[in-house]
Every structure is written in C-alpha cells, then in structure tokens.
C-alpha cells in the first residue's frame, strides 16, 4: 500500500508524462502508470510536477522588517544599510523568530522548501544568530534552513567581527560569509577572502560570499575567491553572490575572470530583483542593469543559481519569497529568452541552488526524498511565464499546502467563458 500516488504528472525532470509512487518519505517509483493502491490519490491532470523551489541566497533575520525604524525613503543599498543599523539594538529574539516563522508559511505556500540565508554576525549579542538557529531546528519537518555567518559591517572593519564568527559557526552555523567589498579598503576585502577561505577549510564547512555587490569594474574580489579557493582545495563547496561589479567590467577582463571562476568550480548566485533596484543609481543613461553575467555564466556551465535575497526589509520593500518571480525577472534583465535559456532560469531556482547547497536527496527520483509542488502549468516554461497556483506542496511525502486551480469566469453577452491562461 503506498501513502501517496501522483498520476498523470508533467514531469519537470524530463517533460514526460508518468506516475509518482510515495512510501512514507520517499519516492520508490516513478513510471509511465503504476496501478497501486494509495491511502492518498492526486491526480495532478497533466499538471506540472517539480522538485521544490530553493532559495539559495537570503536575509531571514531583516525579512517582513519593512518600516522599522522608518522606510528607505531613497531605496538604495547604503540607506538599507544604515537602516539594518539602526534596527539592529532594538531587536528582540522573539521578534525576529516570529517574522521568520511568518516567512516561512508563505515560502511553504509558494513551494520553497529550502532557503541558505545569511545572518548578522556583527553584533556581540549574536542575537539573530541564537533566533534563527531555533528557528532552523523548529522549522525543519518543513523547510530545510541552512546558515551563513556574515559579517555584515565587515570582518576587519566592524570591532569584533572576527571573533563573532567564530563563535556564530561554533555555535552550529553551516556556512562561512563575507563581505570584501564593504572593507576599508580593496586589500583589507582581498584579506577578508582569505581568511575566512582558510577558516573554512580548517572547518570543513562551505564558502557563501556577497562578492563585489558594486557598480565598480575594479571591484574584483571574485578572483580572489576563485584563487583562494582552488589554493585551499575547496572546488564545488563555494559560491560568490551578487557578483554586480562584472555588469561594468570590460569584456577583455571578464574573459579571463570566467574561467578562472568555472576553474574554481564556483556557483554564481545573482539576485534579479535586488540587484536590478539597488545597482546603476548613480547612473542617468544609458544606465546599467545591474545583474552579473548571467548569459554567458550559464553558457560556460558555470552553476547559476538564483536568489530573492530580500523580502519587505529595509533593501527591499516588495516580494511574497516566491522563487518564480525570481526567475522570471532573471529571463527578461538577462535576456535569457532563448528555449533552453529560459529552462536554465527554471532549474537555477531548483537543481542548480540544490547544488551549491549540497543538499542531499532532492529531486524527482527513485529514492529522494518526496518533496514536490504541483503547479498550475504545463512546463518549466508555462510556470515561469505564468508564475502560476501550487495546487500541491508535498513535503516528506505529506501534503503541507493546497491551493484551488485559477480560473477567471468570464460573462460575454450571456455566455460564460474560463480562463486559465494555459496555452
């Protein structure tokens, strides 16, 4: 007897059509039609069935802050920044794990089933270190939580800072953070680099850097990481995020830089919808768009995985944490609107994210565990274009949220029309 039987499902996997079996946690079949029993039967109609969305680059501790103390009446990365500041000594544990529980439902709603953020080691306090670690172990039969310890004044220019990490990743923090491009000065980021590289590999731990979030081509810390990390043997466990400064670079130099990052086995995280806003402001036009080189990543086979970063905080004041509006706004600021192009944008916010995550057991096979949404859509592309219903989120082989199909119901002189706005 099996706990869950998916039938007729579009596969985002493979485009095919098939049958998914669950037993308890697991998927254990997948073929064109199992005839089983089920004590739970969806019949998803040809819908589309997809590994869970990822949010590889988040703020859990700033998010649903918007407002606190005041707004970001400018909009712009240095205002969020002092604004983060200000916030900062009025912030209460029980604050902070409630607008991430709050987050959280509407990630389970919108099919995020895993996010990476990175959390504020720069006051002594650890404050939102200590929220958000309950905050992981609470949320786990839900969401899987992995967290960066960031320096967010700076390693070496905020008093402290370094000992604060240390004491974040001893106190279970996954990842190492950092921010080169905030230091005084650009030797004191390329330090920054290296030392947090190296505290890395004497931990075993992984690499997640806001690297070169600037509109400025000379901000080049990206080729230190990619340096330090091969130099330290840390291949595949590394990520460079934002990466902004490469949308001013010349082309001559980003040919070299390329390589070496593909060389360095270093997944690009960009962050569409806040790279997009905060980038180019000190442009009038023409004025750059303000996102990495998505395109020519991708073509290199570098990994590419998409992050929302904020959500209704003192950078960012819209969003609802869903990883298909990420996505879409990447296929248009990218100009990723080829076939295959817009189907890479898909799995950057699925399998790629999974990747640098390292998170073992994802994905629509026999045997991973049986984590998938249900969308209203018919393929990769459809859901992008649509960003559509999750009519199922399945998490452990348990449905955690439902959502009743879409349709408009249209009355054009006495005649009734639907609209799903399928193809």
């Not at 544990?93 to 987050?103: C, I, S």
């Not at 306090?125 to 939580?145: G, K, M, Q, T, W």
């Not at 998505?294 to 819209?318: F, R």
């Amino acid at each position: 007897m099996l706990d869950l039987l998916i039938k007729n499902a579009a596969l985002a996997t493979t485009g095919k059509k098939a049958d998914i079996a669950i037993i308890k946690d697991k998927i254990v079949e997948i073929s064109a039609k199992i005839d089983a029993e089920a004590h739970e039967v969806i019949d998803a109609e040809g819908h589309l069935v997809s590994p869970p969305f990822i949010d590889p680059h988040f703020h859990m501790d700033a998010t649903l802050s918007l407002g606190l103390p005041r707004l970001n009446e400018s909009g712009t990365l240095l205002e969020g920044i002092q604004l983060w500041g200000e916030l900062k000594p009025h912030l209460t544990l029980d604050a902070l794990k409630q607008r991430a529980h709050q987050l959280v439902k509407w990630s389970i709603a919108n099919g995020t089933l895993a996010i990476r953020s990175h959390v504020d080691t720069s006051d002594a306090s650890l404050l939102a270190v200590e929220a958000l670690l309950e905050v992981r172990r609470e949320i786990a039969p839900y969401v899987d939580l992995q967290l960066v310890a960031f320096p967010q004044d700076g390693y070496f220019r905020s008093k402290g800072a370094v000992k604060n990490l240390q004491r974040a990743l001893d106190l279970g923090v996954d990842v190492v953070g950092g921010i080169p491009h905030y230091e005084r000065t650009m030797q004191d980021g390329a330090r920054s680099v290296k030392a947090l590289c190296e505290i890395a590999a004497e931990r075993g731990l992984m690499v997640d850097m806001h690297c070169d979030e600037s509109d400025d081509p000379l901000s080049r810390h990206i080729e230190t990481l990619a340096q330090e990390t091969q130099r330290l043997g840390l291949e595949g466990r590394v990520a460079g995020s934002h990466l902004t400064s490469m949308h001013s670079m010349d082309n001559y130099y980003v040919s070299k830089l390329l390589p070496l990052i593909a060389e360095a086995e270093i997944t690009a995280i960009p962050n569409p919808l806040i790279n997009i806003t905060l980038q180019g402001r000190h442009d009038s036009y023409p004025k750059r768009r303000g996102m990495t080189r998505v395109k020519e990543m991708t073509a290199m086979g570098i990994n590419v995985a998409l992050g929302h970063d904020c959500v209704m905080d003192p950078w960012y004041s819209l969003g609802s944490h869903d990883m298909l509006e990420v996505a879409h706004m990447a296929v248009h600021v990218g100009q990723m609107t080829g076939v295959s192009e817009m189907q890479a944008m898909y799995d950057a916010v699925t399998v790629h994210s999974a990747k640098v995550m390292n998170l073992e057991n994802y994905g629509l096979e026999t045997g991973c565990n049986a984590d998938l949404v249900i969308l209203q859509a018919r393929d990769k592309i459809e859901a992008i274009r649509l960003k559509p219903a999750r009519l199922f989120v399945v998490r452990r082989g348990k449905i955690v949220s439902r959502t009743k199909p879409v349709f408009a119901a249209l009355n054009l002189d006495g005649e009734a029309h639907q609209v799903d706005f399928l193809k």
